[in-house]
């Protein structure tokens, strides 16, 4: 079994700042592309930025600048989600994705984390 657990998240006034982190666990041979998701109230989930395995990023234009990903070279199951000058837009239920290869498996699978709420006052 693979788990993605989150952590972080919470409220923050606008213009502060938030991290968080996603750990995978479990029967995990090799990683793929990381990706955080948020989804506003309302509002279908969308990518927000993602890290492929060779440490190339992407981010939606409006974070662009404000947040950062990494992933942990050592741990290499761990990957975080820097957010600065927090914008009330900004909040919403944020999910970690992962494309793990399982052990002893011939590919690769999306797994979700369970989400975590951020909340950005004005």
């Known amino acids: 079994q693979v788990q993605l657990v989150e952590s972080g998240g919470g409220l923050v006034q606008a213009g502060g700042s938030l991290g968080l982190s996603c750990a995978a666990s479990?029967?995990?041979?090799?990683?793929?592309?990381m990706k955080w998701y948020y989804e506003a109230p309302g509002k279908q989930r969308e990518l927000v930025a993602s890290?492929?395995?060779?440490?190339?990023?992407?981010y939606k234009a409006s974070v662009e600048g404000r947040f950062t990903i990494s992933r942990d070279n050592a741990a290499k199951n761990t990957m975080f989600l820097q957010m600065n000058s927090l914008k009330p837009e900004d909040t919403g239920v944020y999910y970690c994705?992962?494309?793990?290869?399982?052990?002893?498996?011939?590919?690769?699978?999306?797994?979700w984390g369970q989400g975590t709420q951020v909340t950005v006052s004005s």
């Open positions: 994705n992962m494309d793990i290869l399982r052990v002893n498996s011939d590919y690769f699978s999306t797994y």
């Open positions: 479990g029967n995990i041979f090799s990683i793929r592309g």
């Open positions: 890290i492929g395995r060779g440490g190339d990023t992407n």
